[in-house]
């Protein structure tokens, strides 16, 4: 066998020897605090004492990862750094201890973060979490657990990173149906921007017409927030362009502004209740009248695996608007409706229910309605499954 053949075998045996090595090493600390819980002499009593024991050789001192020449493998894209709000502050606490006892595999992470289930209690889990979150030390970022299930309707208070598809069709009444795609940005510490762009099939006299919609471009800013009462305050202004065909019915005719107030409360059992309530202001009011809307979602959340596994959120929204005209009527419709998450990640969900009119019947069609949604600030859609 020539050299370069015996560098070749060589070569390859210390690559396959990594492979299979490299989840041996990086279980190391689960081992050692395995065998730990029978000695006294490593402390585990802190938040800090369990990190510095079990973390610190894979995320470093500071939590923003050790350097590969010192931790000897590639960090894979969605290794985390515990300093950036951005990426941490969105999470609850409830997806960090799912990552801690289960592993990376658990949330469609990679297989280099190992289990810590049978090495540490759920309260030595709790305090390395609430250690590692100290690593963020900017102020005034809204906690993931604020960031409630999206209803079909009621907009939440939550700024956030998501493309939504939305969908409703008419199951009575005129035929028609509607397709959103809406794309919500976070800027900053407390602000979002959103476009919503919808397009529109409705049929007149027989004829399907179908197009663009009128095109939404909002912004909306947290004004309070707190974890310990679990409330969260937003305000979005935005305006509607008319870029939808009138005529075939696909738009108003005239640009609009809406303002909204968004109030989302969660409580200790894991129920929630949002609140909204807004004014939509067209510009031309003899083309498309001044209306007010209020809107309030009540649910639910249950999750699998003593509330680490995949999250389930019935929902019932009661939803109201009112012309601001002579004899205008107020619209009361009802939406119950179960929102899923899809992903192991969490990131990709689904909701579908029915909108039901409950006053003025006769003009108004029962829709069923359905939507996808991507966190996309959590990985790629083709990430996490």
Not at 100 to 129: C, W, Y
Not at 224 to 243: C, H, K
Not at 368 to 380: C, N, P
């Amino acid at each position: 066998m020539d050299l370069s053949a015996r560098l070749f075998v060589v070569r390859t045996c210390i690559r396959l020897s990594i492979r299979h090595i490299l989840p041996l090493l990086l279980s190391a600390p689960v081992l050692l605090l395995a065998q730990a819980g029978n000695q006294s002499n490593l402390q585990l009593d802190t938040g800090e004492h369990i990190f510095k024991s079990a973390c610190i050789a894979c995320h470093g001192p500071y939590g923003k990862g050790t350097p590969k020449t010192i931790a000897g493998f590639e960090p894979p894209d969605s290794f985390p750094d515990f300093t950036r709000c951005d990426q941490t502050t969105p999470e609850p606490n409830v997806a960090w201890q799912d990552v801690i006892t289960h592993g990376g595999p658990s949330r469609g992470f990679s297989q280099i973060m190992p289990a810590f289930g049978d090495a540490l209690n759920p309260e030595q889990i709790s305090k390395v979490i609430k250690y590692m979150r100290g690593f963020c030390r900017e102020r005034g970022w809204a906690r993931g657990e604020l960031n409630l299930p999206r209803a079909l309707v009621t907009e939440k208070a939550y700024p956030e990173d998501e493309v939504v598809i939305s969908s409703a069709g008419n199951a009575r009444g005129v035929a028609g149906f509607s397709n959103d795609v809406i794309h919500e940005q976070r800027f900053g510490v407390k602000n979002q921007i959103e476009i919503d762009v919808p397009v529109n099939f409705m049929n007149q006299n027989h004829v399907w017409h179908g197009g663009v919609g009128d095109t939404t471009l909002g912004i909306k800013r947290e004004m309070f927030s707190s974890l310990r009462s679990g409330s969260i305050l937003s305000l979005q202004g935005s305006v509607i362009v008319p870029t939808g065909n009138r005529t075939h019915g696909l738009g108003t005719g005239t640009t609009t502004f809406e303002t909204f107030a968004a109030f989302d409360q969660l409580f200790p059992t894991n129920t929630f209740v949002q609140f909204q309530m807004g004014a939509d202001l067209p510009r031309h009011t003899d083309i498309s009248p001044q209306a007010l809307f209020w809107r309030t979602a009540v649910g639910q959340s249950f999750a699998a695996d003593h509330g680490l596994g995949r999250l389930w959120s019935p929902m019932v929204e009661f939803l109201a608007d009112r012309d601001l005209t002579t004899g205008a009527k107020t619209n009361w419709d009802v939406l119950p409706q179960m929102q899923v998450t899809i992903s192991r990640r969490q990131h990709v969900k689904a909701d579908l229910g029915v909108r039901t009119p409950v006053s003025n019947t006769a003009a108004r069609p029962v829709q069923l309605m359905f939507y996808i949604l991507w966190d996309w600030q959590d990985g790629k859609l083709t990430e996490g499954w």
